[in-house]
C-alpha cells in the first residue's frame, strides 16, 4: 500500500486505496497467509524521537487487518527496526539498510524473515550482532474456563463537568448508578474530569464526584491542567501520585499530560520512576493508568499519541504489565500488544463522541484464566464485549517475551 503524501512526512491509506485493501482481503480470505506492506508504522517505534507522523489513520487500518486474519505488516519509515505483535498479528518494522540517518547510535541493519507453519520469526541483522523474534502463527481460541473473578475495575474518561450543555447530566447519573449496581473494586478516570480548569468547574467535580460509591483514582487530562487547573487538581483527587493497592494487584498512575497543550507526553525522568515503581511491586497484576493514548485508535486522525509512545509502550510491554488503561480521543477500544492489554475508554457523559454507539465507560473483568473488557452504554446501560484475552501470570510473560526474542 501506498502511504505516502507529496511533500509531508506523514502518511495516510485514503477512502478508495482501504476499500480496495479491504475488497483484496475478502478476495483472499482463504489463503494461509496474508502479508501487507506499508511505508509508515501502524504502532510507535521505540528510540525514534517524537511520535508524530504515525499514519493518520493507522488505527482504521489495525482493525481492518485484525477482522481478515493478517498475519504480517511490514513497514518502515523511522528508522529504527522494531518488532511486536498485536492481537497474534505481527508487526515488523524495518531500520534503516544503507542510509546514514539511523536513530539512537543505532547500525545500519535490515530484517529477515522466516514464516513455517506454526511460527513467523523475524530476525534483525546488524553488523556482527542479530535479535530474532518468534512468535506462534494466528489462530482462533475457545476459551472452556473463565475460572473464579478476581477483580472488577471500571474504567471512565471524558466527564467534562461544567455548566454548559457540553457536560450531558442525565447520561452521567445514569452511569454512576449503573457503576454502583456493579460494585467494582476500583474506578479509574483517565482524565479530562472538567471542561475547563476553573473553580466553577472543579466545584461541580467535587459534588458528581462524590456520588461514585466505590474508590476511585484519577490522572489528569488537558482540560483538567489549563488555566489554574494546575493547582486545582490535586486538591481536588489528592495528589499527583495517583495509586492503589490490593493483594492481588497494584495500579500505578502516569500523568502523561502537559500545561495548555493537548501534546502528551511522560519524559524520560517520569518513564524510568514508573520502570522502577513497577520493578519492586509485589502484587501479581500490574495496571498503568494515564490520559493519552499509547496505540492508534480507529476512526480518528492519528495526533493523540504520546510524543514518546515508542519508548513508554515498549517498556510496559517488556516489565511484563497487564493492563495499560488510556483516555483520550473519546473512542472505546481495546487490544493487545505482546502480553500487554490496552484499554481506551470512551467520553462517559460528555458531547465529544466519536462512537455511533453514544457515551461509555469500560468494566474491566479480571478472572483466574481471562480478561474480559466490555463498554457499557451511559444511558442505557446496555452492553457489548470489546475483547477477552487468556490470562498468564507476570513471571510467565516475561519468560515468554525472552523466550520470543534471542540475541546474539
Same mark, same amino acid.
Given at each position: ?164 450543555? =457540553?457536560? +450531558? @447530566?442525565?447520561?452521567? /447519573?445514569? *452511569?454512576?448508578?449503573?457503576?454502583? &449496581? !456493579?460494585?467494582?473494586?476500583? %474506578? ?111 476512526? =480518528?486522525? +492519528? @495526533?493523540?499519541?504520546? /510524543?514518546? *509512545?515508542?519508548?513508554?509502550?515498549? &517498556? !510496559?510491554?517488556?516489565?511484563? %504489565? ?87
Amino acid at each position: 500500500m501506498d502511504s505516502s503524501i507529496p511533500d509531508r512526512n506523514e502518511g495516510r491509506v485514503g477512502s478508495s486505496k482501504f476499500e480496495w485493501l479491504k475488497s483484496k482481503l475478502v478476495e483472499y480470505s482463504y489463503k494461509k497467509l496474508k502479508i501487507v506492506a506499508v511505508h509508515h508504522h501502524l504502532i510507535p517505534v521505540p528510540k525514534a524521537g517524537t511520535e508524530r507522523n504515525v499514519l493518520f489513520n493507522a488505527g482504521d487500518l489495525m482493525d481492518l487487518f485484525q477482522r481478515y486474519d493478517v498475519d504480517l505488516v511490514l513497514s518502515g519509515h523511522r528508522h529504527y527496526p522494531n518488532v511486536a505483535t498485536v492481537n497474534d498479528m505481527v508487526i515488523s518494522n524495518a531500520g534503516c539498510m544503507s542510509c546514514k540517518k539511523v536513530r539512537a547510535g543505532d547500525v545500519c541493519s535490515y530484517n529477515q524473515i522466516d514464516i513455517a507453519p506454526e511460527r513467523i520469526t523475524v530476525r534483525i541483522i546488524r553488523f556482527e550482532s542479530f535479535k530474532e523474534y518468534s512468535y506462534p502463527r494466528i489462530k482462533s481460541e475457545i476459551f472452556i474456563s473463565e475460572g473464579k473473578k478476581l477483580a472488577r475495575i471500571v474504567q471512565i474518561a471524558g466527564t467534562f463537568f461544567s455548566d454548559r450543555e =457540553i457536560f +450531558e @447530566k442525565r447520561k452521567y /447519573e445514569n *452511569a454512576v448508578r449503573k457503576i454502583n &449496581s !456493579l460494585r467494582p473494586d476500583l %474506578v479509574i478516570h483517565c482524565g479530562d474530569i472538567v471542561e475547563r480548569g476553573i473553580p466553577q468547574n472543579y466545584e461541580l467535580a467535587q459534588k458528581y464526584l462524590e456520588m461514585v460509591q466505590s474508590p476511585i483514582v484519577y490522572t489528569p487530562g488537558p482540560r483538567d491542567i489549563n488555566y489554574i487547573g494546575y493547582e486545582l487538581f490535586p486538591q481536588l483527587t489528592g495528589g499527583w501520585d495517583q495509586g492503589f493497592e490490593t493483594p492481588l494487584f497494584r495500579v500505578h498512575a502516569v500523568n502523561s499530560s502537559q500545561y495548555d497543550s493537548d501534546v502528551g507526553a511522560v519524559g524520560r525522568f517520569g518513564l524510568k520512576n514508573l520502570e522502577d515503581v513497577i520493578r519492586e511491586q509485589e502484587q501479581e497484576i500490574s495496571i498503568v493508568f494515564l490520559h493519552h493514548n499509547v496505540v492508534p485508535l480507529p476512526h =480518528i486522525r +492519528e @495526533k493523540g499519541l504520546l /510524543e514518546d *509512545a515508542g519508548d513508554v509502550l515498549k &517498556s !510496559l510491554c517488556d516489565l511484563g %504489565v497487564d493492563i495499560v488503561l488510556t483516555g483520550h480521543s473519546s473512542y472505546p477500544y481495546a487490544t493487545r500488544v505482546d502480553n500487554t492489554i490496552i484499554s481506551n475508554a470512551n467520553a462517559v457523559s460528555c458531547q465529544y463522541v466519536r462512537s455511533l454507539y453514544g457515551n461509555s465507560f469500560n468494566v474491566i473483568d479480571i478472572y483466574e484464566n481471562l480478561v474480559n473488557i466490555s463498554e457499557i452504554h451511559s444511558l442505557w446501560g446496555s452492553k457489548r464485549i470489546l475483547g477477552i484475552w487468556r490470562r498468564n501470570n507476570r513471571n510467565e510473560r516475561i519468560a515468554s517475551l525472552q523466550e520470543n526474542c534471542r540475541e546474539s
